[in-house]
């Protein structure tokens, strides 16, 4: 059975630091491509970052660049996402999301099987 779980949510203020985890069991995670998402009251569900199974790229939303950056370490089945410079509207629920999905294919909600249960992310200004 796969399991997605996320941890390091929180509040935090405008121009803070959070770093994202998400553990991943019961698949084989080198694999995998692993991705960020996250999903704003009333509002869809969008990428924020991706990592690829090969470990060697990576993809950020523009809203994003430069500000957070995906790792991920094979070894303990996690992929982490630091996030800098925070602002309000970073406030979501963020998700990671794990599938044998085409690199091309990344930024695509309906290409990921599995999903963690989202932890909340939330900046005060």
């Known amino acids: 059975q796969v399991q997605l779980v996320e941890s390091g949510g929180g509040l935090v203020q405008a121009g803070g630091s959070l770093r994202l985890s998400c553990a991943a069991s019961g698949l084989t995670f080198s694999t995998y491509t692993m991705g960020w998402f996250r999903q704003a009251p009333g509002k869809e569900r969008e990428v924020v970052s991706a990592?690829?199974?090969?470990?060697?790229?990576?993809d950020y939303a523009d809203s994003v660049k430069g500000r957070f950056t995906i790792s991920r370490d094979n070894a303990k089945n996690t992929v982490y996402v630091q996030m800098n410079s925070l602002k309000p509207e970073d406030t979501a629920v963020y998700y990671c999301?794990?599938?044998?999905?085409?690199?091309?294919?990344?930024?695509?909600?309906?290409?990921?099987?599995?999903w963690g249960q989202g932890t909340q992310v939330t900046v005060s200004s």
């Open positions: 999301a794990a599938d044998l999905t085409a690199w091309s294919r990344r930024t695509s909600r309906s290409s990921y099987k599995y």
């Open positions: 990592f690829s199974w090969t470990g060697r790229t990576t």
